[in-house]
């Protein structure tokens, strides 16, 4: 037995009626409550909150964005709302969606079918208020969707198969009516103690040479995009070297990889930190001096690097490069010109204030 979602189940997506989401999601073009929150601070532009099933949340977009959404393929929708769901894990309340951020999704890799699974296995967990209680995901499954950074329900299907298969849902009698396993509460419980959301880690050679590339390049570039970086000759660990290089991969949310070499050659730990991070499941940014490129090894040729020749570019470079593929992190200030006035131009009814504070709250789940 397994769970299983038909296209033809009816739902509820939320505990407000249908009829009262009188607004277009400008992204998706599905129901969502919109409402107007501020103006730029120059006056120019007018930033809304949607609250949408279909994003699994609100968020701020700005006008540009708002006018052109339709026009883009639903594959970058989908990398865009798991950027949403991201940001609202770190802490940001209602992301802000503009053209560079559209712009960063286009680039962004999509998540592995692993990383889907586990991203909706999150998502039943924060639904599941009782543990053991099951989860009816047909009531939902807009949310599913976004969760999955799906298209079709035949996907959110298949997940749910897969987790089941790994032992980490329990599949009930109902359709589409599962519970997070105790097996699947560890792993979450694993990945989130394993993982530190705010660190990058970074191999590169350790010389003189390189030095103004980490100081002025990589550092800044990293913390430009909200993170911290780490290299591993800054600890105060003096354990084993090996073993403290391992561990601090496994616990950054990606790694940054620079390949530059002098003229005695490549730098051997420098591929196996970036192979190790790539089998941990940990996401590799590559990067060489223009001078190294020539000479990388045959098997990081296939990756995209940055190639940089002064450290400013590669600052310039590298933050951007993080954005696009990982997403801003929980440091990242956001440029004046994107920020909101403090006041609304007018006041918020209610409804609204409960619906976009707590987007979440309804109980949903459904006893077997």
């Not at 079709?152 to 299907?157: L, R």
């Not at 192979?275 to 990388?296: K, N, Q, R, W, Y």
Request: hydrophobic share 40%; with cysteine.
């Amino acid at each position: 037995m397994h769970c299983e979602i038909s296209p033809d189940d009816p739902f509820v997506l939320w505990s407000f009626p249908l009829d009262e989401f009188t607004e277009a999601d400008p992204l998706w073009g599905t129901k969502a409550l919109a409402v107007q929150w501020g103006h730029t601070p120059d006056g120019v532009g007018v930033h809304t909150v949607v609250g949408s099933p279909r994003a699994a949340g609100s968020y701020r977009v700005d006008e540009a964005v708002r006018s052109s959404g339709p026009e883009l393929y639903p594959d970058v929708l989908a990398r865009l709302t798991t950027y949403l769901i991201g940001q609202r894990r770190l802490g940001v309340t209602r992301p802000l969606v503009d053209i560079r951020q559209v712009e960063e999704a286009i680039a962004a890799r999509p998540l592995s079918a692993h990383e889907r699974a586990i991203s909706l296995l999150e998502h039943i967990a924060e639904r599941s208020t009782v543990l053991g209680r099951r989860v009816n995901i047909a009531k939902r499954v807009e949310v599913a969707l976004a969760w999955a950074e799906a298209l079709e329900v035949k996907e959110v299907d298949y997940l749910i198969r897969y987790l089941a298969g790994r032992g980490l849902l329990e599949p009930g009698s109902q359709r589409a009516a599962c519970s997070v396993s105790v097996d699947g509460y560890t792993a979450l419980a694993d990945r989130r103690n394993a993982t530190d959301g705010e660190q990058a880690f970074v191999a590169m050679w350790f010389d003189d040479t390189t030095d103004e590339a980490y100081i002025s390049g990589i550092k800044p570039g990293v913390e430009d995009a909200g993170y911290r970086a780490r290299r591993v000759d800054e600890s105060e660990n003096i354990g084993k070297i090996d073993d403290l290089i391992i561990a601090e991969i496994r616990r950054s949310r990606f790694v940054v990889a620079d390949f530059t070499q002098g003229s005695d050659g490549n730098r051997g730990s420098v591929y196996y930190e970036a192979g190790f991070a790539l089998g941990a499941d940990v996401p590799v940014i590559f990067t060489s001096h223009e001078d190294s490129v020539e000479d990388l090894a045959f098997d990081t040729r296939q990756y995209a690097h940055i190639v940089w020749s002064e450290p400013a570019e590669l600052r310039t470079k590298l933050a951007h490069r993080i954005e696009a593929i990982i997403g801003h992190g929980p440091h990242r200030s956001a440029p004046a010109e994107r920020q909101l006035e403090a006041k609304p131009p007018r006041p918020l009814d209610s409804r609204e204030i409960a619906w976009i504070r707590d987007i979440d709250d309804d109980d949903v789940s459904v006893e077997s």
